[in-house]
């Protein structure tokens, strides 16, 4: 009897009617390793999950994705759900992803994402607050690790960068379960006795596991009512905690924090040297524009001796005098016609006038005029006044 003889492709299909057909592969829960992970541009992600015997390839289509609460990256320890199938064209096998949590983190995550939105809503983040760090610091603090490659590091960029550094280091737990104690008190203690200028909180770089003791509340409060700045430099450049967020300034590693609060020596001198220079110029040219302020002014004889200023003025005063001389003589002859008019006005209006055409004014003794023969009695003594003189006369 001749064997059947199957095709690839009928074996593939097969194989996948098997895998599709099992409970157990259809609705599984993996935890691995990411490793070779990559995002296609369709919005699906390719990885595979690896323990330290063996290997499974996995995918996740888009619609599944945008699910994720995180970006997934090489190394990340995660717990995916999904269907174990049958891709038929390679005629491999490999993990469809619906859904994918970080391994033993998803609940740190969400406490994580809880408190920064409560922080941030009640303005902890807020850039209003952020304190400015002082230029050149006489003293800087530094909370971290005494035996860690941190402070290390940090001395050796500030010395490189300036010469007279002066570093004060409080020990501090930088994981594990005293993390918010220690840093909460070296940040307390630099406050309470006006220690350093600025304080810088630091560790190296780890896992999200390692540096969740950075994102406790009391770390947050500390760091927000520390009356000196704080440069928060936890982990490397791409890890966030809370301490970043709420610290006046952050720092992508320690190092940089270094770099960020001491300035270096040689730009500062290059600095120096470029403003000495500029200042020099400026006065150099500000001197040559005022010799040359002179130079035309003595041209132009806008200034003059002593003896030249009075004599201009001597000039000035003899042209006024001359005007109100010549006003004032004016005036004189104005007035003068005005007083004569007035005086030939107020002659018309006397009564000498008027006697001489030979009439006379008749008085009593106590020189009241008299207007009526009725304010005269006989006897009365009278003084009739003419042009020439006086006639003394009696009422009869």
Sequence with gaps: MEEKVFSVSNINKYIKMVFDKDTFLSNIMVKGEITNFKAHSSGHLYFTLKDEFSTIKCIMFKSAALGLKFRPKDGDSVIVKGAVSVYEVGGTYQLYVRQMNQDGIGALYEKYEELKNRLEKEGLFSPEFKKKIPF???????????????????????????????????????????????????????????????IIVARGGGSFEDLFGFNDEKIARAVFESKIPIVSAVGHETDFTICDFVSDLRAPTPSAAAELVYPSEIEIKQKLESYSLRLNTSISNFIARRRQYLEQTKISRLEKTPNDIIAKYRIILDSMYKRMETKTINMLKESKMQFNKQVALLDSYSPLKTMKRGYSVVTKVDNVCIKSIKEVTIGDKLNIKVTDGIINAVVS
């Design 136 to 198: 050149m610091p006489k003293r800087v603090g530094v909370i971290t690790s005494p035996t860690g490659a941190v402070i290390r590091d940090i001395i050796n960029v500030s010395t490189r960068r300036f010469n007279k550094v002066n570093i004060l280091l409080y020990p501090a737990a930088v994981q594990g379960e005293n993390v918010a104690e220690t840093v909460v008190k070296g940040i307390k203690t630099f406050n309470e006795h006006n220690l350093v200028d600025v």
